[in-house]
């Protein structure tokens, strides 16, 4: 089974800009999550989205949006880029069943650069 | 939920156990897991513990979960180089589709 794939593995993009990061679940994962990471913050939680619908969300600003596709595919959204955006974007899949063990499965990340 | 504690740091000898441990705030959280991230890589899961449990053992690692104090501990035996890593902890809520990660504790194995 192919694990969680994550594009690009690098951007650099410059303040005021916005970007799009795409994640692949693993076939039959319905619930993508998407976490920023950065050095002393530790992962921080952005949102969680299960059958293309937002079903739970972290504490960051409108500029971080997020969607998710019919194939579970979900692209994730920052607009007016800040230096402070600089991370390491994860995102991970489960299976999402309510109550239950959902083991999350992580992808490589995406290293976001703002200049 | 949100406020997960780890100390940022652990230096250890090979063949010494490590203790990382945690504190968490979420008295509804459900499972409690822990994490292991390499240079460069994804998160790992090494292991998890429900709720109502007060220890798990699987192998070299040993999980230790005080409710009541809501600390959780992650033992690792007979640590070796290759177990150098940073270790998350992390505790699942909201039916266990929202996850709250610590800062992490970076593990650094001398040999």
């Known amino acids: 089974k192919a694990g969680v794939t994550q594009t690009p593995r690098y951007l650099i993009k410059t303040r005021g800009q916005q970007v799009t990061l795409s994640c692949s679940p693993i076939?039959?994962?319905?619930?993508v999550s998407w976490y920023q990471q950065t050095p002393g913050q530790g992962l921080q939680f952005l949102f969680e989205y299960f059958s293309e619908t937002q079903r739970n969300k972290g504490n960051f600003p409108g500029r971080f949006s997020g969607r998710q596709f019919s194939n579970s595919r979900s692209e994730m959204n920052v607009s007016t880029l800040e230096l402070g955006d600089s991370a390491l974007y994860l995102c991970?899949?489960?299976?999402?069943?309510?109550?239950?063990?959902?083991?999350?499965?992580f992808g490589p990340g995406t290293r976001l650069t703002v200049l | 939920g949100e406020d997960v504690e780890q100390s940022l740091f652990l230096s250890v000898r090979e063949g010494d156990s490590s203790v990382i441990n945690c504190t968490y705030t979420?008295?509804?959280?459900?499972?409690l897991y822990w994490y292991k991230q390499e240079p460069g890589a994804g998160l790992q899961l090494l292991t998890y513990?429900?709720?109502?449990?007060d220890m798990k053992q699987d192998q070299r690692l040993t999980v230790l979960l005080n409710k009541k104090d809501k600390h959780l501990s992650l033992r690792i035996a007979d640590t070796q180089t290759g177990d150098s890593a940073i270790y998350f902890c992390a505790e699942s809520i909201n039916h266990g589709n929202q996850f709250y990660f610590g800062t992490g504790t970076s593990l650094t194995v001398i040999p």
């Open positions: 513990i429900f709720s109502n449990m």
């Open positions: 991970a899949s489960s299976t999402g069943l309510a109550g239950s063990h959902n083991e999350q499965f």
């Open positions: 979420d008295s509804s959280s459900t499972y």
């Open positions: 076939s039959g994962h319905r619930s």
